[in-house]
């Protein structure tokens, strides 16, 4: 009997001083150490990719927002927000590019309320732009799984520079070069597809119009 008493006794305080190690290891000097690598070799995507402008924060070049006109009635919840016609806009989102409730409208391909409403988005991204509903890409009427994507397709920034040029007073060539110049290929030249990433892109209209 003292003996098995003895026995437990000892396996309890192994458990014990490995669930200390293993605290100690995994619970702090690991997240240190991971931490400390991260700032040293990766201090701003560490610290959210935080993009500033004017010396102020304006956003995450990992996040998505709104590029919305001022609310007319800002008190009323369900006034439609109204794409702002001098900005690049970005692709729909479930979430309203609200980090906190991230996610897609689950709605299947064959769901016939998904399938009104990309024709309605495909009808006023083309009338918004001024192009026909054939030129309208996917991303510029579907949104992503996320629903805070930070990125377009060339093809839908492309649709979008003779109304920006207009409204900014720029002509189409600036803001086609301004495009190009903000596209990002594929990463390692294979992975993903070409992008724009439209925080970063509408900072350099702001820039490109006031110059």
């Known amino acids: 009997m003292n003996t098995s008493v003895s026995n437990t006794g000892r396996l309890l305080m192994a458990a014990l001083r490995m669930l200390l190690v293993l605290t100690v290891v995994t619970g702090i000097l690991y997240p240190l150490a991971v931490t400390g690598v991260a700032q040293a070799l990766f201090h701003d995507k560490a610290n959210g990719s935080i993009v500033k402008a004017g010396g102020k924060e304006v956003g995450s070049s990992l996040v998505g927002q709104s590029w919305d006109l001022p609310k007319q009635n800002p008190d009323d ?27 897609s409208s689950q709605l299947g391909a064959s769901d016939s309320r998904l399938v009104q409403a990309v024709k309605d988005a495909k009808q006023q991204v083309a009338e918004f732009n001024g192009v026909p509903e054939s030129e309208v890409p996917k991303d510029a009427v579907t949104g992503s799984a996320s629903a805070i994507d930070p990125h377009i397709s060339p093809e839908y920034a492309r649709i979008q520079i003779n109304r920006v040029a207009r409204e900014n007073g720029l002509t189409e060539q600036q803001v086609a070069k ?27 209209l702001r820039d490109l119009a006031k110059s």
């Open 77 to 103: 919840e369900n006034e439609a927000a109204r794409p702002d016609p001098k900005w690049f806009q970005p692709r729909p989102s479930n979430s309203s590019y609200d980090p906190l409730a991230t996610g």
């Open 178 to 204: 301004l495009v190009a110049d903000h596209t990002d290929g594929r990463t390692l030249g294979f992975l993903g597809e070409p992008h724009v990433n439209v925080l970063e892109l509408n900072l350099a």
